[in-house]
């Protein structure tokens, strides 16, 4: 898929969920299904999710949910007379920085639990995930050397201008995430 196309496809899927959540019909979906809802975080208080809106939605699962521990959701699964009605699970992926200086003070302060999944060897060697450094030293290229990445990548990307970098640096990133490792 061309990604003028996967660019598209994610603005529109974003404006669907946004009006679905304003409208009140994904809660209503949710009414309406009898399952748990896993919510999966990554990095939060960057410019993708910061620290007041991650807050904001903490505050709102709290008010309207009721949000269980993964071994909790995972003990109902198997229970066959136990049913879901509209629990929600935590979860945060990476052990990034940001999981105990950003998520665990706002989740303690609303009293929710959550399932933070690390990466030891990571930890161990101080060593960043290969997607996080990629995306660091992607985004500060300039201009013309994204496109020149994105020519040697025969991708299609979008014109910075009136584009934020971050778009064009996550577009280079799930090409990259779609390579084979050469492994031997």
């Known amino acids: 898929m061309n990604s003028a196309i996967k660019a598209l496809k994610h603005t529109i899927s974003d404006t669907v969920h ?21 919510i999966m975080f990554h990095g939060i208080g960057g410019p993708d999710c910061p620290a007041d809106i991650f807050e904001s939605q903490m505050r709102y699962l709290k008010e309207n949910y009721p949000v269980i521990s993964l071994k ?6 198997s229970d066959i007379n136990d049913k879901f009605r509209t629990d929600v699970v935590l979860t945060f992926d990476d052990g990034l920085r940001n999981n105990f200086t950003t998520v665990y003070p706002i989740l303690s302060r609303y009293r929710l639990p959550a399932t933070f999944f ?25 201009e013309i ?4 990445i994105g020519k040697l990548f025969n991708i299609v990307l979008p014109t ?9 640096v996550e577009i280079l990133i799930d090409h990259m995430k779609t390579w084979k490792p050469n492994i031997e």
């Open 18 to 38: 946004d009006v679905s959540f304003k409208t009140g019909i994904s809660r209503y979906k949710t009414l309406r299904s009898p399952s748990a809802r896993v």
């Open 72 to 77: 909790k959701a995972l003990a109902v699964s």
């Open 118 to 142: 690390v990466c030891p060897g990571l930890i161990e060697s101080q060593k960043w995930q290969w997607v996080y450094e990629i995306e660091q030293r992607l985004l500060i290229c300039s």
């Open 145 to 148: 050397d994204l496109e020149s």
């Open 160 to 168: 910075t201008k009136g584009n934020n970098s971050r778009d064009i």
